[in-house]
């Protein structure tokens, strides 16, 4: 009864174009508005109506319908996806088996679970899965593991192993070491149940001193966890 009081007296009011829409040059023309009312019985606020008032023919209409807030507005669909639905896995473009037979490294050094964006000697994009069972946890530290700082870098390194160890690029996995780091910044602890996105990109190679410059970022949640440049030397032994 409160609404259709309020729905009267607000057509019957001369200010109603003062909700800036105006009539088009064919005559026709809505005139949208959403009034909020109180129920007097009730302290609820959702209870809300809404007009919409038409006119084409000399003639006005009233629609009126009760809304229970912006709530009910939501895709339903949306709502009843389960979260472990919600979220897409990772691509594999390189699983575990073939990471080995690229890598030297093995248990428990190979910081590499799988690689999701592969580009052969220019740069790769690879994932490791942090887990508490990691051997490194139970030492650093008992009271808050942490995954340590130059395992990341360690990790990175091994990310772009994977991109130079090409034969296009002239790297061999029995001639390619490690040979410097800078501007290296570590910004977040990465913990136990993280999941390390490690990209490495190629900036220059010089073949003839076998060395090769790179940038590598290391991700947790699409957040920069730790950065830098890294050498590596894939001349002789």
Do not use: W
């Amino acid at each position: 009864m409160a609404t259709s009081a309020f729905a009267n007296s607000l057509l019957s009011s001369s200010t109603s174009l003062a909700h800036g829409v105006l009539p088009s040059n064919n005559n026709n023309f809505l005139l949208p508005s959403r009034v909020s009312v109180s129920n007097p019985r009730s302290q609820n606020p959702l209870l809300s109506a809404h007009f919409k008032l038409k006119d084409k023919t000399n003639s006005s209409s009233l629609i009126t319908f009760c809304s229970l807030g912006a709530a009910a507005a939501n895709d339903p669909k949306e709502e009843q996806i389960p979260i472990e639905l919600k979220y897409p896995a990772y691509p594999t473009v390189m699983d575990i088996n073939q990471i080995r037979e690229i890598l030297p490294h093995r248990f428990p050094f190979l910081l590499v679970d799988r690689v999701i964006e592969y580009n052969p000697g220019v740069s790769a994009v690879a994932i490791k899965n942090v887990t508490i069972n990691d051997n490194f946890f139970p030492g650093h530290f008992p009271e808050r593991p942490i995954m340590p700082g130059v395992l990341m870098v360690e990790a990175l390194a091994q990310v772009g192993g994977l991109v130079m160890l090409q034969p296009e690029v002239g790297g061999s996995r029995e001639n390619f070491f490690f040979a410097g780091i800078d501007k290296v910044r570590f910004r977040k602890p990465v913990i136990a149940g993280d999941t390390l996105v490690m990209r490495m990109t190629l900036i220059k190679l010089q073949k003839r001193f076998g060395i090769a410059k790179m940038e590598g970022k290391a991700y947790v949640g699409g957040e920069v966890v730790c950065e830098g440049e890294f050498l590596m030397a894939t001349g002789g032994e």
